[in-house]
C-alpha cells in the first residue's frame, strides 16, 4: 500500500521520515500506583483497633493476621484483611447480642454538667470525644460522675464520614 499521508483510521498523519518508534500509550511507561487498598503499619493497626502493638505482633506471628513486610522490614497489613478481621472480632463483643446498637464505645466520664432537667455528659474513649444530652434524672440514676467508666452507645440515622485520603477533591 502507497504511503496515502493518512493511516487507515483517517485521523493520524503518516510520514516516513517521522518513523522513529513512539509508544501508541505515551503513559504506558509510566509507574502507576495501582495499590488503591491501604496498607498499615502495625502502630496504625495497633490504634485502629484498640489494642497495643505487641498485640497485633501477636496476631499476625500467630498467623490470625495477615501481614507482609515493605523494603525495610517492617510489618504491613493489607486495608482489605484488616476490615475482615474487624468485622470478624465484632462477633466476639458479648454485649453486641444484647441491643441493636452496634457502634459501642467504651470510655471515661471527663465532664458532667446538670441543671434542673437536663445533663451534658462528655465521655472520651479512646482517640474519640463523645458528648450526650440526656435527663438529669437518667445521668443522676447512672451515676454518671466525672472519673466514673461507662459506654456510650450510638445508633443514628445519619453518619457522616470523613477520611484524610480522597480520590477526588472535596466534596461540596
Known amino acids: 500500500m502507497a504511503d496515502s499521508g493518512v493511516s487507515a483510521m483517517g485521523r493520524t498523519p503518516i510520514h516516513s521520515s517521522n518513523c522513529e518508534e513512539k509508544p501508541h500509550f505515551p503513559f504506558a511507561s509510566a509507574k502507576v500506583n495501582v495499590d488503591l487498598v491501604s496498607k498499615f503499619r502495625i502502630s496504625e493497626v495497633a490504634a485502629l483497633v484498640g489494642v497495643s502493638g505487641d498485640t497485633v505482633r501477636r496476631w499476625v506471628d500467630s498467623g490470625r493476621l495477615a501481614a507482609s513486610r515493605d523494603s525495610q522490614g517492617h510489618r504491613l497489613v493489607g486495608g482489605t484483611e484488616l476490615a475482615a478481621f474487624m468485622r470478624a472480632g465484632a462477633d466476639e463483643d458479648p454485649a453486641r447480642h444484647r441491643s441493636s446498637a452496634r457502634n459501642r ?19 472520651q474513649a479512646g482517640p474519640h470525644r463523645l458528648v450526650s444530652l440526656m435527663t438529669r434524672e437518667a445521668a443522676d440514676e447512672l451515676g454518671l460522675e466525672v472519673g466514673s467508666v ?16 480522597s480520590r477526588e477533591g472535596p466534596h461540596a
Do not use: C, P, W, Y
Not at 105 to 123: I, P
Not at 150 to 165: D, G, H
Open 150 to 165: 461507662a459506654t456510650a452507645l450510638v445508633k443514628s440515622t445519619n453518619v457522616i464520614v470523613e477520611s484524610q485520603t
Open 105 to 123: 464505645f467504651h470510655g471515661l466520664v471527663t465532664d458532667v454538667v446538670r441543671d434542673g432537667v437536663m445533663a451534658r455528659v462528655e465521655m
